[in-house]
């Protein structure tokens, strides 16, 4: 640690499950993360921030089955691939300082020895595992644990499951992980510990199944081939391998561990709180300082699935609104330790409100007017008055609440916060009235001071929201030229007193206002099109089976025509009537049934192939004589036609063989 550091810290969001593209709710607890990694930057801490990827077991192994490749390029390619996880973290401004895979070499090497040390202590054993599985989940149930016989969590069908296996010891652990529950603050809310404790340990802690032989995507279990780790156990100690327990590719354990905070979803909170501290206490191991269980986003009243089809897409928002607006979205409006309900209007008022309204009205009204009454140049001098100190009070309470509040990780109390500084400063402007101020010579110092309190409360609000929106916080702090050492945790200085002087430059417009409506409708539109996107770009239809003899085929008597005449069917918007002249001297009628891909004029002269043996039908009251011949396909989930069209140089009536 160096001597300036406030000391280390340590932070980590679950690790992903790229079993299908990630969603608003997987972005809402990294952008949480990310928020705090960067609030204790900003502080002077020495963060470690761990984010990455838990890439094993059954689901993944089955999805890779399905789209027919390996386990390994299925994962690769959500993770690695355009717009994967690495992707999108990207795009969202995730400052992690490490990414795990689960599939990385060292991880697996290191995960096989803590199992063997597990075994070797007495705290895993073989023994028969007969239960309820959730594949989905990854999950393993007593009968009891299930809700109407389905999975508690997410509620789908469980499977019956047998088969030798590997326990955990999890029920040795039960007394000291109920008063660790219970008499400490390791886990928070304070909510999720009765849930934990009436739902889980009370009832009756059982050991934990551990490994699987029913499929082998997963870390084998080295001194017992066929088994696999279960795959909770991997993802876990994933937390610590990052740092370089059990293996040689990091070195920062000693410096990093025990973590100060893991933030979890609601649902894996007892993984998190019951089997990793158990499994830690195992290995004699210090424990994380705390857990934290967020709440979950819904959409329109729903939990969000792709089998639902109503996940939100966090690409699509952010080029749609700018990503700093939807990470500032999640966390204003969202308590982190409850649920939410996401819906796009929400977003949408919160841009405007907040962020068009309150904060970019008073960073381009203040620029503007520091433009407009002393050219950008607010120089040393001014006059206060008492009302300037009422509002430099409220800046040092806000600072004050606002750090209180994001060492309890409750960001939308903190945002509200700032927001009290920025509703205060607007107001500040409609008390001193500047534009009154600027018609009297006698009455420009004031306004100067006015100004300089204007750009204070700017620059605070500013270096406060840089852990939530860091690009919009370094375009407001570059509209006031603030100086480098006046941005940081410990520039509190209230600047705006004679001696103080400010500069200003007229900016980008930081968030512009949303038409509600046209938004909507925009985001249905792309929407639409992502989704078509996603269809396969090209689909063919399936090779038959059944075989043809050679003499029935040649049976076909398939011929150039060429087109003499083409026009739509009345009260038809399928049909094409056709004069063909197919060389035998007679006019040659056939219907298709093609008007949606073709106007009749395109076709006039053009040299088709017929079957002309086939019996005459009669369609819409006319004889067809003959079938044209076209290739067909599906493009992005579109039907597309091309008629088969021959060189004009073949003559009508040439046979084709
Ligand atoms: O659970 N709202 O991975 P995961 C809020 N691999 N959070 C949500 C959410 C929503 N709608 N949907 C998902 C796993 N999440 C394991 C973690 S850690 C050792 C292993 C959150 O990709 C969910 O609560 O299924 C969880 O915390 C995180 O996304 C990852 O979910």
């Known amino acids: 640690m160096c001597e300036k550091c406030k000391g280390n810290y340590y932070i980590t969001t679950p690790i992903y499950y790229p079993s299908s593209n990630l969603h608003i709710g997987h972005a809402y607890c990294t ?35 399905e789209a027919g490749v390996t386990p390994q390029q299925f994962v690769d390619n959500i993770v ?7 992707d999108l973290w990207k795009l969202m401004n995730i400052s992690y300082d490490r990414f795990i895979r689960t599939t990385d070499d060292y991880h697996v090497a290191a995960i096989q020895r803590i199992f063997k040390k597990m075994y070797d202590n007495g705290d895993i054993y073989k023994g028969s595992y007969k239960g309820k599985y959730c594949t989905p989940c990854e999950s393993f149930w007593t009968e009891s644990q299930l809700v ?21 010891r999890l029920s040795k652990y039960a007394d000291r992980i109920q008063d660790l529950l219970e008499n400490t603050d390791f886990l928070e809310p304070r909510s999720r510990v009765n849930e934990m404790v009436n739902n889980f340990i009370k009832p009756g802690l059982e050991d934990l199944c551990v ?29 610590m391998t990052a740092l370089g327990f059990e293996n040689d590719k990091y070195d920062d354990l000693e410096a990093f561990w025990p973590a100060d905070v893991h933030f979890v979803g609601k649902e894996i909170v007892r993984f998190h709180s019951i089997i990793w501290p158990a499994m830690l206490m195992s290995l004699g191991l210090p424990l994380p300082k705390k857990v934290y269980g967020h709440g979950w986003l819904n959409f329109n009243g729903e939990k969000m699935s792709k089998s639902r089809g109503n996940v939100v ?44 309204n309150t904060l970019g009205n008073l960073v381009s009204r203040t620029v503007a007017m520091s433009q407009k009454y002393f050219g950008g140049n607010l120089g040393e001098g001014g006059e206060s008055a008492p009302l300037d100190e009422e509002v430099k009070a409220l800046a040092a309470e806000v600072i004050a609440n606002y750090e209180k509040q994001m060492d309890k990780f409750q960001f939308s109390v903190a945002l509200n916060e700032i927001f009290r500084l920025l509703d205060r400063a607007n107001k500040y402007i409609d008390e001193t009235t500047p534009w009154i101020l600027a018609k009297t010579e006698e009455t420009m110092p004031r306004l100067l001071t006015v100004m300089k309190n204007l750009c204070e409360c700017i620059r605070i609000s500013a270096i406060l929201i840089t852990p939530f929106m860091p690009e919009s916080a370094e375009k407001i702090l570059n509209m006031l ?29 930081l968030f512009p206002r949303l038409d509600v409506e046209k938004e909507l409708a925009a985001l249905e539109e792309l929407k639409a099109q992502a989704a078509k996107a996603k269809l396969p770009p090209l689909e063919i239809e399936p090779y038959s089976d059944e075989k043809v003899d050679f003499d029935t085929f040649c049976k076909s008597d398939l011929r150039a025509v060429k087109v003499i005449e083409c026009k739509n069917v009345k009260k038809s918007d399928k049909l094409l009537q056709f004069t063909l002249d197919d060389g035998s001297g007679t006019p040659r009628q056939i219907l298709s049934g093609i008007a949606k891909f073709y106007k009749p004029e395109e076709l006039v002269g053009k040299t088709l192939v017929a079957i002309t043996n086939l019996p005459p039908r009669k369609m819409m009251s006319r004889e067809s004589n003959g079938m044209l011949l076209s290739a067909v396909h599906t493009e992005k989930g579109e039907e597309k036609l091309n008629l088969i069209m021959l060189n004009d140089a073949i003559p009508a009536g040439a046979k084709l063989c």
């Open 31 to 65: 952008v949480a993360t990310d928020t705090m990694a960067r609030y204790k930057r900003l502080q002077g801490y020495n963060v470690k921030f761990l984010t990455g990827t838990d890439e094993h077991g059954q689901k993944i192994e089955d999805k890779a089955k």
């Open 80 to 86: 690695l691939g355009e717009k994967g996880v690495i």
């Open 148 to 168: 109407d016989g389905k999975c508690p969590d997410c509620g789908r069908e469980v499977k019956d499951a047998e088969e030798e296996a590997y326990f955990f």
């Open 211 to 239: 490994s699987r032989t029913s499929f082998t995507w997963g870390v084998p279990v080295d001194f017992d081939p066929g088994h696999v780790v279960y795959v909770w156990i991997d993802a876990l100690f994933n937390y």
């Open 313 to 356: 897409d966090p690409y699509l928002l952010s080029e749609r609104f700018g990503v700093d607006a939807l990470r500032f979205f999640l966390l204003r409006t969202f308590p982190f330790g409850s649920d939410g309900n996401f819906t796009n209007e929400l977003l949408m008022g919160t841009i405007n409100t907040d962020l068009a």
């Open 481 to 509: 030229n603030v100086p480098a050492e006046a941005r940081g945790w410990n520039a509190q200085c209230y600047c705006a007193d004679e001696k103080a002087v400010w500069n200003t430059t007229v900016g980008p417009v």
